[in-house]
């Protein structure tokens, strides 16, 4: 079993930033590729952006690319969501997941049903 438990989250101005954590516990984190999701009201569980377990690669949904940056510390066994230049459209809880480390394509690590656990989530809103 892997533990996940966001912080981070809050009430942000449009245009500003925002750092989310994902601190895990359980097995060994270095050998679970990481993702963040973020769902909306009335809208399904979408992928934000993945790490691979050793870190060398990252995977970001065209939505955030060049906003967001996703990335590791394996010695802290934590995973971390920067975002910037946040826009409203971006308000969602975020939720950051975790799944055997293997090679895959980003599609592969986009995909929801991949990943084995989850946190509770963490509530990001951004204002106009």
């Known amino acids: 079993q892997v533990q996940l438990v966001e912080s981070g989250g809050g009430l942000v101005q449009a245009g500003g930033s925002l750092r989310v954590s994902c601190a895990t516990s359980g097995r060994t984190f270095s050998n679970y590729d990481m993702g963040w999701f973020r769902q909306a009201p009335g809208k399904e569980r979408e992928f934000v952006a993945a790490i691979s377990w050793s870190g060398g690669n990252t995977y970001y949904a065209d939505s955030v690319k060049g906003r967001f940056t996703i990335s590791r510390d394996n010695t802290k066994n934590t995973v971390y969501l920067q975002m910037n230049s946040l826009k409203p459209e971006d308000t969602a809880i975020y939720y950051c997941?975790?799944?055997?480390?293997?090679?895959?394509?980003?599609?592969?690590?986009?995909?929801?049903?991949?990943?084995?656990?989850w946190g509770q989530g963490t509530q990001v809103t951004v204002s106009s």
């Open positions: 997941a975790a799944k055997p480390g293997r090679l895959g394509s980003y599609g592969y690590m986009s995909t929801t049903s991949h990943y084995d656990y």
